[in-house]
């Protein structure tokens, strides 16, 4: 398959910040997984999903490519599409308040490290007694569940693609779902975990059984787990820790108001 140039451009862009990782969603793009857009302007790069999501990448200071960031911004606006934005450094965090701060909401969430050493050398959960867990695929996908198709399809697009580079699982008791997880986004590189758990079951193991599966399916495939999450969502920083991921750092995500 060729390599479109901006492909290239935006991974020299992101190469350049000596090792620093970027939003999952990102290496989609990149690696044509998903749909999306990449906008370059010289040492700067927008990167977005055809759902609205985007990260920018690069020199901040480049007021070239922050026209082209205003420019996109206005657009969604214009047609009331989704514009969720995330910053890659305290340096974005202050352009985008400068450019867009009366326009944008700012959250924080944390992006948590997986240590696959500590993972392997720890016990596992396994299945709760009485409950079964199975593998979401296109048919499953029909029925009434959180990670449903139409969920599929706003971030992945068609079904079949994810069928064919994304996975999840779920968990039942009878014909009750328990819980469930999902890639919402997976690359060449990475997977990123979504997951919910029905609130009748928490506190079960659901949660860690599924995100477990998750996370054992990752290493077969050869690619990282990644877990990120609201900075205030005590439950989900809770069950990263007891799965292994580590080190959260902090970054910012803005939403249109």
Known sequence: MKIDASVIAARNIMDASQGKSYPTFAYSVLDRYIDGDIIIDKSSALIGTSSGIYTVVGDETNDDFASRLLHEFKHRERLDQRFTLFSSSEGWDRRINELLGAKLQRMQRYSFTFNEQRFLQSGRAGIPEGFRLNRINEESLEGDREFDAAYIRKYWGPVERFADKGFGFFVTELEVIAGECVSIFSS?????????????????????CVAEAFILECLERQITPRWDCDLHNIASIRLAQKLNFTAPETYSLYARK
């Open 188 to 208: 060449e590189q990475y997977a990123e975990i979504d997951i919910v758990t029905n609130p009748l079951y928490r506190g079960r193991g659901v949660a860690w």
